[in-house]
């Protein structure tokens, strides 16, 4: 499976490593991800989402029902 963020989207950026001579060689940024799951109690049931921190700090934040809905428009 690819590394994306199942709630925001957020994938791999890509970019430059640097040397000290200001070589440029591509490299690729990826997310930081983490599985996590979280009971939704509208649905009586518990959700396995693979989502960025930011994502996990959003739905501390806010709550998984809400992080959904906003997710969803």
Wanted: proline share 1%.
């Amino acid at each position: 499976m690819s590394r994306v963020c199942e709630l925001t989207g957020k994938k791999a950026m890509t970019g430059n490593n640097v040397s000290h001579a200001m070589n440029k060689t591509k490299r690729k940024f990826s997310v930081n991800l983490v599985k996590k799951r979280f009971y939704i109690p509208e649905e009586d049931r518990w959700v396995t989402l693979k989502i960025s921190t930011a994502a996990l700090k959003t739905i501390n934040k806010i709550g998984i029902s809400a992080a959904l809905k906003k997710a969803k428009k």
